[in-house]
């Protein structure tokens, strides 16, 4: 069967393209002009949102001159200028390592490219963003991908610039362990069809990190490298930013920096910091040099090269002795000071020293760590310790180091604690790195650790550098790596005498580390350092240090408790606690046991706000415990200050004075003729002194307090001159003309009140206490010269500047007075000192006595006896002052009269611990105060004003007071 044939379709009309030049209907349009598509952008940039979010606008900034300029870079500045402005779509990466201005440079064309555009009439803002801001608050799947595509559809429709600061933080942001996704993914198709335009900063290390993970995007930048300057070629940054800081100070002082502080600071800068580059390091120095307050001399800051040390000190914490502001210290002095905080290791200390002393000189290696150290040996013996020695003495501070037990790595998943992971990069090793360079790293039992750490470790001790989770380089050649461990221990504690053979120790423990470390690791390491067993000698040290560390704790620093703690009760606790197995951990335990927690238990029956002075001491083979309430010395009865003095007040006590001195007189002249007076050659002083007195208050009445209207002629002569009043020519505006000024003829010039009250007053209150102290002294002459001796005396370890500030606040002006001083030797050496005779440098001044002559002593310096509180630090420092019995004999042998005064207290102390008389139920402080001002609390005044001070006791007593 033949089917009728089916009729073919009629064929479809062909599609009409759209395009660019005609509109829906097909008209064609005009294409867009320059000026049509700059308005379309700037209405687009109304109604920014994800940018603004995520970005700051640097052409903002660079109107409003926010951005810092840059120097020595005038070619690289014009090339990228001249690249980004040749064309949309541009990408440039600066490529160079930290600190060799490459932001400085971004700042520059930024700063140039907005104003030429502004000139132009023409905008393209520049936006500076992190790759880490893209997913910053996203929390759900799908967000920060968002973000990123509406950041970059802002981007190309608006024709702005993106700048990034660091470019592999595009590549890493966003990836997780599970996603490979990353911020750089959404720029690639956009920078590939030129519709965007970038610029980004990366150092070597970080551009190859991204050639490796996204070498597409790494391959559409043109890379422009920014190399670090050269110590010479930097000093006109130097000047250039120095002129930049000093013209935003808005009318402030001027700033000057002398030629030998920008030398300084480039010697500095070049010997020391390793991790940045010129000149960026020098700029950062120079800002912290000019952030100090500087000399200011005739509106002009100035600063020298010990203000850039100083800056210098404080970034890094490197003593001067290092830095070359002070002399350098040889082995010995080092050795001899380390020795005191580290006891019983010689061979530690002195490789401690090899590594300082090395930097001093400036020897340190290039390109990995100041020095790495195992230390290997007992549990107890003073490892830990020596690496936080080490700190305080290079850096400043133990704070400068860095722990890490070892122990919490043992799994191959703990590498990321220490470096970080893609997500979260910033490990615990490489954030203390980069936040402060300058430290000790302590990995403490490190052969407990997981392999892995060690071939992570290799890098860093053996380069210097670490790489981070987000493939970030940090730099370590600035700091000290010490490793801790106990190989070998047990084996060398089975061999019999194996402690008392150092040489024999070394040759173990390098034995012992090579069979556990692979020789790539062991070959990183400096020097393998042994440590001893602890003998009782140098635990007694540690004992000592352990205690200074336990009373400088906030308990009792704040608890009002001052705590001495007798020489033999450590000796008991060092017998009863050694065991050269477990080093010092157990005196440790026993120093808390036996110490701190009867301490505790004190403080917390005591409670208030009482002072207390606690000893403890040995009873036998137990501690003992007493307790001394210190109570401050109350204030005496008030008088009238004598700043509140009327004029009738003044003339008033100037007539009191005056009666007094014409009784002195009177019994002066009732004396028989032509016999001496007792007391010698001094009684005739005093009788001069009263002469003298005499006439000064006849003066101040009649020449003072008199009521006069007018200056005497030699008084106004004297004003004028003062005033300005001269024989001189003057312009006269008058006139027009010169002529010379005449002579003044001295006129009658008015005294008012206030002016006599002013010039009075202080002389009749000095004249007052003197003829107190003179009125004394004649009536206590029949007993003869009068010689004591004040012994003032540390206790609980006060420095020797708390004797000295107690020393000069004492009444000296009273009388002749003798100084002695006991010395304390750096080796013990106990010994007094000839008076008058210089301080060695090194010595203690345990004690110090006062020795006094003159009239009536007795009833002033009673007053003194007692304890003084001389605030230092966190901690006060009590001293005691006491009478010494037997003071003439001082005057030949003052180390008999004290220890004949030692005999007697320590017959008294044994007899109050043995119970047979009752404890001193408290004590009087009578002075206090911060060093250069101890005050006398009972007076309120400071008794190195002696006469004032004396008179005032004085009269005190006659109201009866004290």
């Keep these: 069967?033949?089917?009728?044939?089916?009729?073919?379709?009629?064929?479809?009309?062909?599609?009409?393209?759209?395009?660019?030049?005609?509109?829906?209907?097909?008209?064609?349009?005009?294409?867009?002009?320059?000026?049509?598509?700059?308005?379309?952008?700037?209405?687009?940039?109304?109604?920014?949102?994800?940018?603004?979010?995520?970005?700051?606008?640097?052409?903002?900034?660079?109107?409003?001159?926010?951005?810092?300029?840059?120097?020595?870079?005038?070619?690289?500045?014009?090339?990228?200028?001249?690249?980004?402005?040749?064309?949309?779509?541009?990408?440039?990466?600066?490529?160079?390592?930290?600190?060799?201005?490459?932001?400085?440079?971004?700042?520059?064309?930024?700063?140039?490219?907005?104003?030429?555009?502004?000139?132009?009439?023409?905008?393209?803002?520049?936006?500076?963003?992190?790759?880490?801001?893209?997913?910053?608050?996203?929390?759900?799947?799908?967000?920060?991908?968002?973000?990123?595509?509406?950041?970059?559809?802002?981007?190309?429709?608006?024709?702005?610039?993106?700048?990034?600061?660091?470019?592999?933080?595009?590549?890493?942001?966003?990836?997780?362990?599970?996603?490979?996704?990353?911020?750089?993914?959404?720029?690639?198709?956009?920078?590939?069809?030129?519709?965007?335009?970038?610029?980004?900063?990366?150092?070597?290390?970080?551009?190859?990190?991204?050639?490796?993970?996204?070498?597409?995007?790494?391959?559409?930048?043109?890379?422009?490298?920014?190399?670090?300057?050269?110590?010479?070629?930097?000093?006109?940054?130097?000047?250039?930013?120095?002129?930049?800081?000093?013209?935003?100070?808005?009318?402030?002082?001027?700033?000057?920096?002398?030629?030998?502080?920008?030398?300084?600071?480039?010697?500095?800068?070049?010997?020391?910091?390793?991790?940045?580059?010129?000149?960026?390091?020098?700029?950062?120095?120079?800002?912290?040099?000019?952030?100090?307050?500087?000399?200011?001399?005739?509106?002009?800051?100035?600063?020298?090269?010990?203000?850039?040390?100083?800056?210098?000190?404080?970034?890094?914490?490197?003593?001067?002795?290092?830095?070359?502001?002070?002399?350098?210290?040889?082995?010995?002095?080092?050795?001899?000071?380390?020795?005191?905080?580290?006891?019983?290791?010689?061979?530690?200390?002195?490789?401690?020293?090899?590594?300082?002393?090395?930097?001093?000189?400036?020897?340190?290696?290039?390109?990995?760590?100041?020095?790495?150290?195992?230390?290997?040996?007992?549990?107890?013996?003073?490892?830990?310790?020596?690496?936080?020695?080490?700190?305080?003495t290079l850096f400043g501070s133990e704070e400068r180091m860095v722990r890490f037990d070892m122990s919490e790595f043992v799994s191959a998943s703990s590498i990321t604690r220490l470096l970080g992971l893609p997500g979260a990069p910033d490990g615990e090793l490489t954030t203390a790195l980069r936040t402060q360079p300058f430290c000790v790293v302590l990995f403490d039992e490190v052969e407990k650790a997981h392999p892995r750490i060690f071939d992570a470790l290799l890098q860093f001790l053996g380069e210097g550098r670490l790489t981070d989770g987000a493939g970030r380089t940090v730099d370590a050649r600035q700091a000290v790596v010490v490793l801790t461990s106990n190989l070998g221990v047990r084996e060398a504690a089975a061999r019999t005498g194996f402690h008392r053979a150092p040489e024999g120790a070394e040759a173990h423990y390098l034995s012992s580390v090579r069979a556990f470390f692979r020789p790539e690791f062991f070959n990183r390491l400096d020097r393998v350092v042994p440590f001893r067993s602890l003998t009782p000698a140098a635990l007694r040290v540690v004992v000592e240090h352990a205690l200074e560390s336990l009373l400088s704790r906030r308990g009792i620093r704040r608890g009002n408790v001052l705590v001495e703690v007798e020489s033999a009760l450590l000796d008991l606790l060092v017998e009863q606690a050694y065991d050269p197995r477990y080093g010092a951990r157990p005196l440790k335990r026993a120093l808390e046991r036996r110490l701190t927690v009867p301490l505790a238990h004190h403080l917390v029956r005591r409670g208030g706000e009482d002072l207390a002075r606690v000893e403890l001491f040995?009873?036998?083979?137990?501690?003992?415990?007493?307790?001394?309430?210190?109570?401050?010395?109350?204030?005496?009865?008030?008088?009238?200050?004598?700043?509140?003095?009327?004029?009738?007040?003044?003339?008033?006590?100037?007539?009191?004075?005056?009666?007094?001195?014409?009784?002195?007189?009177?019994?002066?002249?009732?004396?028989?003729?032509?016999?001496?007076?007792?007391?010698?050659?001094?009684?005739?002083?005093?009788?001069?002194?009263?002469?003298?007195?005499?006439?000064?208050?006849?003066?101040?009445?009649?020449?003072?307090?008199?009521?006069?209207?007018?200056?005497?002629?030699?008084?106004?002569?004297?004003?004028?001159?003062?005033?300005?009043?001269?024989?001189?020519?003057?312009?006269?505006?008058?006139?027009?003309?010169?002529?010379?000024?005449?002579?003044?003829?001295?006129?009658?010039?008015?005294?008012?009140?206030?002016?006599?009250?002013?010039?009075?007053?202080?002389?009749?209150?000095?004249?007052?206490?003197?003829?107190?102290?003179?009125?004394?002294?004649?009536?206590?002459?029949?007993?003869?010269?009068?010689?004591?001796?004040?012994?003032?005396e540390g206790l609980a370890d006060s420095p020797t500047s708390a004797l000295d500030a107690v020393v000069k606040g004492l009444p000296q002006g009273l009388g002749r007075v003798v100084v002695h001083e006991e010395h304390v030797e750096p080796d013990g050496t106990i010994s007094w000192a000839a008076p008058g005779s210089a301080r060695p440098a090194g010595v203690r001044v345990r004690r110090q006595v006062v020795s006094m002559a003159a009239f009536g002593l007795s009833e002033v310096l009673a007053t003194l006896e007692g304890y003084a509180l001389v605030h230092l630090g966190v901690r006060p420092a009590l001293v005691r002052v006491e009478l010494l019995a037997d003071a003439p004999d001082l005057m030949k042998s003052v180390s008999r009269a004290v220890a004949t005064r030692d005999a007697v207290k320590l017959a008294e102390r044994e007899a109050r611990r043995a119970g047979l008389v009752p404890e001193s139920p408290q004590g009087r402080v009578v002075m206090e105060g911060e060093p250069e001002n101890v005050v006398h609390l009972g007076s309120g005044r400071t008794p190195s004003e002696s006469v004032a001070w004396a008179a005032r006791v004085l009269r005190d007593s006659a109201r009866g007071g004290h």
């Design 618 to 792: 040995r009873r036998g083979e137990d501690m003992g415990l007493s307790v001394e309430l210190l109570m401050r010395e109350p204030a005496w009865a008030r008088e009238q200050d004598p700043t509140t003095w009327t004029l009738p007040g003044v003339s008033r006590v100037l007539e009191e004075v005056t009666t007094r001195l014409e009784s002195l007189q009177a019994a002066e002249a009732r004396r028989s003729d032509g016999e001496a007076p007792p007391g010698g050659v001094e009684a005739v002083e005093l009788g001069e002194r009263l002469e003298r007195l005499s006439a000064e208050a006849l003066d101040i009445r009649e020449n003072e307090l008199a009521d006069r209207d007018f200056l005497e002629t030699e008084e106004r002569v004297g004003k004028l001159e003062r005033d300005g009043y001269q024989d001189s020519w003057r312009h006269n505006k008058g006139r027009g003309g010169l002529r010379p000024r005449p002579s003044y003829v001295p006129e009658p010039m008015p005294v008012s009140p206030e002016e006599r009250l002013r010039r009075c007053r202080p002389k009749v209150v000095n004249l007052r206490d003197e003829v107190e102290w003179l009125a004394h002294q004649l009536a206590t002459r029949a007993r003869g010269m009068e010689v004591h001796a004040l012994l003032v």
């Design 1 to 392: 069967t033949i089917l009728p044939r089916t009729p073919p379709k009629p064929p479809k009309p062909p599609r009409r393209r759209r395009t660019t030049g005609k509109d829906s209907k097909g008209t064609a349009t005009p294409p867009e002009t320059p000026e049509q598509r700059e308005a379309r952008r700037n209405r687009r940039r109304l109604t920014l949102t994800e940018l603004r979010e995520v970005a700051r606008n640097l052409s903002h900034s660079a109107r409003d001159d926010g951005l810092e300029h840059c120097y020595g870079r005038e070619a690289l500045v014009r090339e990228v200028v001249d690249a980004l402005e040749g064309r949309e779509g541009a990408a440039i990466v600066l490529v160079g390592p930290p600190g060799s201005g490459k932001t400085a440079l971004v700042h520059e064309v930024v700063r140039r490219l907005t104003a030429r555009q502004d000139a132009a009439g023409q905008r393209r803002d520049v936006w500076r963003v992190d790759g880490n801001q893209f997913i910053a608050g996203m929390m759900y799947v799908g967000q920060w991908e968002a973000r990123a595509r509406g950041v970059v559809k802002e981007l190309v429709e608006v024709g702005d610039l993106l700048y990034v600061d660091d470019l592999a933080s595009l590549v890493y942001a966003g990836r997780t362990s599970s996603e490979r996704t990353n911020v750089a993914q959404f720029l690639e198709p956009h920078m590939a069809r030129g519709e965007l335009t970038v610029l980004a900063e990366s150092t070597p290390e970080r551009f190859e990190r991204v050639r490796e993970e996204a070498p597409t995007l790494a391959s559409l930048f043109r890379v422009v490298h920014v190399p670090a300057l050269e110590p010479r070629t930097t000093l006109p940054a130097l000047l250039g930013t120095l002129r930049e800081l000093e013209g935003s100070g808005e009318g402030g002082p001027a700033v000057r920096l002398s030629p030998l502080a920008l030398e300084t600071l480039l010697d500095l800068q070049q010997r020391f910091v390793a991790h940045e580059a010129f000149p960026g390091k020098a700029v950062r120095l120079l800002r912290r040099v000019l952030a100090r307050p500087g000399t200011v001399d005739q509106n002009v800051r100035r600063f020298t090269e010990e203000d850039v040390t100083a800056a210098m000190r404080a970034q890094t914490g490197l003593p001067d002795f290092v830095l070359g502001s002070a002399p350098p210290k040889s082995r010995d002095v080092l050795e001899r000071e380390l020795a005191a905080q580290v006891a019983g290791q010689p061979e530690a200390v002195a490789a401690v020293v090899d590594a300082i002393l090395t930097l001093q000189r400036s020897l340190q290696p290039p390109d990995k760590p100041l020095a790495t150290y195992l230390f290997v040996g007992p549990t107890g013996v003073g490892k830990t310790e020596t690496a936080k020695a080490l700190a305080r």
